[in-house]
């Protein structure tokens, strides 16, 4: 069993810049691949990134890709999401999630067993 939280979310303007961070607590996943996946209203949640065990691989949205990074700290047992050059489009609750078996790196979001209770990123313009 994993819990996790996010934090770092916030309002900005266009063209700024936020880290999220998604700590885990009750085991530790260095092991296990995570991804974040955001909800804007009255949309689908959607994939954004996700990063291998390692942290040697990671899979991007071409929405965000080039402009957000993902990256872990498997000491602290915490990912980040640095998101850099946000626009209004990016506004939505931003969610990590932990892949509960070993495994590549996936997009989908049946394949994600615990989830954090979401951040929300507000982008003004």
């Known amino acids: 069993q994993v819990q996790l939280v996010e934090s770092g979310g916030g309002l900005v303007q266009a063209g700024d810049s936020l880290r999220l961070a998604c700590a885990a607590s009750?085991?530790?996943?260095?092991?296990?691949?995570m991804g974040w996946f955001r909800q804007a209203p009255g949309k689908e949640r959607e994939f954004v990134a996700c990063?291998?065990?390692?942290?040697?691989?990671?899979d991007y949205a071409d929405s965000v890709k080039g402009r957000f990074t993902i990256s872990k700290d498997n000491v602290k047992n915490t990912a980040y999401l640095q998101m850099n050059l946000l626009k209004p489009e990016d506004t939505a609750v931003y969610y990590c999630?932990?892949?509960?078996?070993?495994?590549?790196?996936?997009?989908?979001?049946?394949?994600?067993?615990?989830w954090g209770q979401g951040t929300q990123v507000t982008v003004s313009s």
């Open positions: 999630a932990v892949r509960g078996s070993g495994g590549f790196v996936t997009s989908d979001e049946g394949d994600y067993n615990y």
């Open positions: 009750g085991r530790p996943f260095s092991s296990y691949v």
């Open positions: 990063i291998s065990g390692s942290g040697r691989n990671t």
